[in-house]
């Protein structure tokens, strides 16, 4: 504390949350599917919708640049990410052998509670499809490989699973006239769900494998032709 009584102390911490809330907020914002690619994204407009100031936001597009989630070029801004075919193919790769992993973990580490979630998530799932309401089965599948993630109880491989950039990826390159959800989707749903039920790992890890191959195989068809409209909403698989 100073000799006017003004702790820098705080002050410092107080910086340093609004940044990390200012962090937080825009990565949700970008994984969320409703900036498009490509979009530049400036300095002055992202203070207001944050209400901190340029410096502070100036290190939040630092760090987003760092992580992949923006791009910063001279003369073009700062702007989100777009990836081209083969950085696409790479994220899903990745994704794939990841979410496998998280799966058979939770095979053998869900608690009786978090089955009984991922009940209810595939349940009010196979009832938005009978409803034909797309919505509502994109927000429960995006529920139901959370929760996976969340009762396999492994933060290091968590970890590597939410640094990818999977979301952003779907954005930009699914097919929206597309049927949705794609065939076999619930399905292979209801097989990972299984296995996990059973407590056998090996069987969860090969269905969450097979669902998630099926998914990148359908995605990378779209990376054959032109992006998405950039107007589109990201979705699930």
Same mark, same amino acid.
């Given at each position: 504390? @100073?000799?006017?009584?003004? @702790?820098?102390?705080?002050?410092?911490?107080?910086?340093?949350?609004?940044?990390?809330?200012?962090?937080?907020?825009?990565?949700?914002?970008? #994984?969320?599917?409703?900036?498009?690619?490509?979009?530049?994204?400036?300095?002055? @407009? %992202? *203070?207001?919708?944050?209400?901190?100031? +340029?410096?502070?936001?100036?290190?939040?597009?630092?760090?987003?640049?760092?992580?992949?989630?923006? *791009?910063?070029?001279?003369?073009?801004?700062?702007?989100?990410?777009?990836?081209?075919?083969?950085?696409?193919? @790479?994220?899903? &790769?990745?994704? &794939?052998? %990841?979410?496998?992993?998280?799966?058979?973990?939770?095979?053998?580490?869900?608690?009786? =509670? =978090?089955?009984?979630?991922?009940?209810?998530?595939? &349940?009010?799932?196979?009832?938005?499809?009978? +409803?034909?309401?797309?919505?509502?089965?994109?927000?429960?599948?995006?529920?139901? /490989?959370?929760?996976?993630? &969340?009762?396999?109880?492994?933060?290091?491989?968590?970890?590597?699973?939410?640094? #990818?950039?999977?979301?952003?990826?779907?954005?930009?390159?699914?097919?929206?006239?597309?049927?949705?959800?794609?065939?076999?989707?619930?399905?292979? /749903?209801?097989?990972? %769900? #299984?296995?996990?039920? *059973?407590?056998? !790992?090996?069987?969860? *890890?090969?269905?969450?494998?097979? /669902?998630?191959?099926?998914? +990148?195989?359908?995605? #990378?068809?779209?990376?054959?032709?032109?992006?998405?409209? !950039?107007?589109?909403?990201?979705?699930? /698989?």
């Amino acid at each position: 504390m @100073d000799s006017n009584g003004f @702790d820098e102390t705080d002050a410092g911490r107080t910086a340093a949350t609004r940044q990390s809330q200012a962090y937080d907020g825009l990565r949700s914002l970008l #994984l969320s599917g409703s900036i498009a690619p490509g979009t530049r994204l400036t300095e002055a @407009d %992202l *203070t207001r919708m944050f209400n901190v100031s +340029r410096s502070t936001m100036r290190a939040v597009l630092v760090r987003l640049a760092q992580e992949g989630y923006v *791009t910063s070029e001279v003369n073009r801004g700062v702007r989100t990410r777009s990836f081209t075919a083969e950085e696409a193919a @790479d994220i899903l &790769e990745a994704r &794939e052998t %990841l979410e496998s992993a998280l799966a058979g973990k939770a095979a053998e580490r869900a608690t009786d =509670e =978090e089955i009984a979630e991922l009940r209810r998530t595939l &349940e009010a799932m196979e009832d938005c499809k009978t +409803r034909g309401d797309q919505a509502g089965y994109s927000q429960g599948n995006r529920r139901f /490989h959370q929760q996976i993630k &969340e009762a396999a109880h492994q933060h290091t491989l968590a970890r590597a699973y939410d640094t #990818l950039l999977y979301p952003l990826v779907m954005r930009q390159y699914r097919n929206l006239s597309a049927p949705h959800p794609r065939a076999g989707s619930l399905e292979e /749903h209801q097989a990972i %769900l #299984l296995a996990i039920i *059973t407590r056998n !790992p090996q069987a969860a *890890t090969a269905a969450m494998h097979h /669902h998630v191959a099926s998914a +990148r195989q359908a995605l #990378l068809l779209r990376t054959q032709q032109e992006p998405t409209d !950039p107007a589109g909403e990201a979705s699930s /698989h």
